[in-house]
């Protein structure tokens, strides 16, 4: 037999269910806005002749973390703790998450093709960044709700 109180956990969990989903598909959002805009940094260095392909792709890794920074910490997290900090753990979070599809693309790549490892090194890392940032970075955010 449910109970009132049964009843409520389960409504709760769900809800809170809901808030987690809405909360990664927007941060995968995000993360492709920060991608694109990776890439056409990297491009528009190379195609002006600025400098060469890894140059371009450090710049446009920093423009891609700071733009998904502040796109997760006004929208997906909605955010009001301090910058200095806040950014801080996200760039932590963002050079772990190199660090691991670094690791993962040496494991995987010495049995499969580049592109399926690159494939399955993303998704993990994608999961590994979202909650990273869900529970440490933006957590008090994440309390508050």
Not at 93 to 105: D, E, K, P, Q, R
Request: with cysteine; aromatic share 14%; hydrophobic share 55%.
């Amino acid at each position: 037999m449910m109970t009132c109180h049964t009843a409520d956990a389960g409504a709760i969990k769900a809800t809170a269910m809901k808030l987690l989903l809405k909360q990664f598909i927007l941060f995968a959002l995000v993360g492709a806005a920060g991608t694109a805009l990776h890439f056409a940094v990297l491009v528009g260095i190379v195609q002006a002749r600025l400098a060469g392909p890894v140059a371009g792709s450090i710049c446009g890794f920093c423009a891609g973390a700071i733009v998904n920074y502040l796109l997760n910490y006004h929208i997906t997290f909605n955010s009001n703790g301090e910058h200095l900090p806040t950014f801080f753990k996200f760039f932590c979070i963002a050079i772990s998450g190199l660090c691991l599809n670094t690791l993962i693309m040496f494991w995987l790549t010495q049995q499969w093709h580049y592109l399926a490892s690159q494939v399955v090194a993303t998704g993990l890392t994608l999961v590994w960044n979202f909650l990273c940032n869900r529970f440490w970075t933006f957590k008090e955010s994440c309390l508050a709700r």
